[in-house]
C-alpha cells in the first residue's frame, strides 16, 4: 500500500508541475517568408535620367502662372527589380495644386517601363514667389 501511495503522489507531483508550467509558457505562432531579389526602379524625365534626390524644376517649362496646366512630355518609370511592382507617384503639393500621371498604379513587370506626361495644375490662389514640396515614386511587389 505504502508503494502506491508513493507512486500515485508521485504521478500528482508531477501532473501539478506539467500543470505549473503550462501556465507559465506562452507560444506565438510567427509564419515566415523570404523574397529573393531586388526591388529598384530608374525614373526618366524626357528621356533624361533622374538621380535620387533629383529636383525637377518645373520652372524650365516657363515662368508658372496660376490657374494653368504645366506639361513634361514624358514621365518614365523602368522596373529594374526582379519582382512586378506596382508604380505609384506621390506628392505633398500647396493646397489646391495638381499633379497627375495617367499611369499612376499600374503594375510594371521586370525590365519593362510605363511613359505618360506629367502635368501640374497651379492653383488659382498661388501668390507666392517660391513652392517647393516632395515627390516620391514608389514600387510595392504586386
Known amino acids: 500500500m505504502k508503494g502506491k501511495a508513493i507512486i500515485i503522489t508521485a504521478l500528482l507531483a508531477g501532473l501539478l508541475v506539467g500543470v505549473a508550467l503550462g501556465a507559465v509558457i506562452v507560444q506565438y505562432f510567427y509564419p515566415m517568408v523570404a523574397q529573393i531579389g531586388t526591388n529598384q526602379l ?3 524625365l524626357d528621356g533624361n ?7 525637377i524644376d518645373w520652372g524650365t517649362l516657363g515662368l508658372l502662372e ?3 496646366t504645366y506639361t513634361f512630355p514624358s514621365f518614365k518609370v523602368t522596373n529594374e ?4 511592382c506596382r508604380i505609384t507617384l506621390t506628392a505633398n503639393l500647396p493646397n489646391g495644386w495638381i499633379l497627375t500621371w495617367e499611369v499612376n498604379g499600374t503594375v510594371v513587370a ?3 517601363s510605363i511613359d505618360a506626361p506629367l502635368s501640374l495644375y497651379v492653383a488659382a490662389d498661388a501668390s507666392e514667389p ?3 514640396w516632395d515627390s516620391h515614386v ?3 511587389i504586386a
Open 42 to 44: 530608374v525614373a526618366y
Open 49 to 55: 535620367q533622374l538621380a535620387n534626390g533629383t529636383t
Open 66 to 68: 496660376p490657374d494653368e
Open 81 to 84: 527589380g526582379s519582382f512586378n
Open 110 to 112: 521586370p525590365t519593362e
Open 130 to 132: 517660391l513652392y517647393e
Open 138 to 140: 514608389s514600387g510595392e
